[in-house]
């Protein structure tokens, strides 16, 4: 099984290509904009012209801006330019006869401003001893970068001799980041049981909460108090800097929340996966609504954190690694689950904005991050709306199976406040053992 992937290489100030990565970047945008410029004029004089038109009249026309980048980045930046205003033209026919589909009109797409990714694919570099020689960039500064996923590839290598694709240098706050996509042969993914199930409930305080359909399984939460913090201290350095009118410094700190926050999303989702594979589970749940982030009103305190917090980036995360490791993953939709009681069993209705009258449920969530039952048995909030949203995957039976054997199915939940590669559960699910990062909640 091959599956496309990307290595990473953040250039930061002070390294020997950073000055040159800004000039290959602030070169791209003006090759976009005027690439842009022409199609945007094309079209209101309504004689409508391709990306590769615009090419070729930059070329013939303005060769001084065509020329400001190497030849296969100025072709390649300039179908980029053609994709996204494709994408405007069916954006913009499709809302024509679908309007409710949209939260508003598509934009058309607008001239960039400082520096844009540059972009080239395998026709723009070689590799040469497991360094990377972009074609033309020597002009620019450019020193070959050292990859770790491919030795040797010739310039403009066949499709089925390809390892590395298309290479990016992405504009990072003050940084920038080498991003270097290739294929990877995967190894065959381990015997999983399809009939076991883990369900992930993405949250604020509980970044996610874990339930399983298998009796022996405790629920398991995942601390927020990590990017929680990330958060917080990017937050008091960016007021700070603003008040003291340092507006430049704020870049540098928006790179360092998102690398922070890129690294422990990519521990909390391969620690997540390394689970299912521990206890040979065959799909993976994951509550999310589609447009969740949008008009969310969950406190004006909770509503900041809730829209800081990349979510939809971990579960990308978690997706494309269970997907290697053949676990079946399935986003689903979490409306209600959090009001609904998953011990009483309620019925958990689809969300419609033109139903007239709200569903009821025999409990409700209290204080402190608690589910009241209809019993008065109080459980964990999140840990609750987690199982309801295996419910609405695989139904009832798993969960008064539980019931009437009197195994737990909210049971106390163990808590990671930290996630790190030493972690196991398997000695935390055994009662009365924890670790210094697992301990019961």
Not at 14 to 21: D, M, S
Not at 194 to 215: C, E, Y
Not at 428 to 437: G, K, L
Request: aromatic content about 6%; glycine content about 6%.
């Amino acid at each position: 099984m091959f599956v496309n992937r990307v290595e990473r290489i953040i250039i930061r100030p002070g390294h020997a290509n950073h000055a040159a990565c800004r000039r290959l970047c602030v070169a791209t945008r003006k090759v976009a904009n005027a690439t842009l410029y022409h199609i945007r004029q094309a079209l209101f004089a309504e004689a409508p012209i391709s990306a590769s038109q615009a090419d070729k009249i930059l070329k013939r026309e303005h060769k001084d801006v065509y020329s400001l980048l190497p030849s296969a980045g100025a072709q390649r930046t300039t179908q980029l330019v053609g994709d996204s205003w494709k994408s405007w033209v069916k954006a913009k026919a499709d809302y024509a006869r679908h309007p409710e589909k949209y939260r508003a009109p598509p934009k058309i797409p607008g001239y960039g401003k400082g520096a844009r990714t540059y972009v080239v694919n395998r026709n723009g570099y070689k590799i040469v001893n497991g360094m990377i020689h972009l074609s033309g960039a020597k002009a620019f500064g450019f020193q070959p970068v050292k990859t770790t996923v491919c030795e040797h590839q010739p310039f403009n290598a066949k499709a089925d001799e390809t390892v590395v694709t298309d290479i990016h240098i992405v504009p990072l706050g003050t940084s920038f980041c080498i991003e270097i996509g290739y294929i990877k042969e995967t190894a065959s993914p381990p015997l999983l049981d399809m009939s076991r199930v883990l369900s992930l409930d993405i949250g604020i305080d509980n970044l996610v909460a874990i339930t399983s359909n298998q009796p022996d399984y405790r629920p398991v939460l995942v601390k927020g108090k990590v990017i929680k913090s990330i958060n917080a201290k990017y937050n008091k350095d960016k007021a700070a800097l603003a008040k003291e009118g340092k507006k430049r410094h704020i870049r540098s700190k928006v790179g360092k929340r998102h690398a922070r926050i890129h690294d422990y999303f990519h521990k909390v989702s391969h620690w997540i996966v390394s689970e299912c594979v521990r206890t040979r589970t065959g799909k993976l749940v994951i509550g999310k609504n589609p447009g969740w982030k949008q008009g969310v009103n969950v406190g004006r305190v909770n509503n900041q954190k809730f829209t800081a917090i990349p979510h939809a980036k971990l579960i990308d995360m978690i997706q494309y690694k269970a997907e290697e490791q053949g676990i079946e993953v399935v986003l689903m939709n979490e409306a209600y689950t959090s009001k609904a009681s998953a011990l009483d069993l309620d019925p958990i209705p689809d969300y419609d904005e033109a139903r007239k009258q709200k569903p009821t449920f025999s409990g409700r969530r209290v204080k402190r991050g608690l589910y009241r039952t209809a019993s008065r048995q109080r459980i964990n909030a999140d840990v609750n709306g987690s199982a309801n949203i295996m419910r609405k995957e695989i139904g009832n039976e798993w969960i008064s199976n539980h019931l009437r054997a009197g195994k737990g199915v909210v049971d106390t939940p163990m808590t990671i406040t930290h996630i790190d590669a030493r972690l196991s559960l398997e000695a935390c699910q055994r009662a009365s053992e924890t670790t210094s990062n697992c301990k019961a909640a």
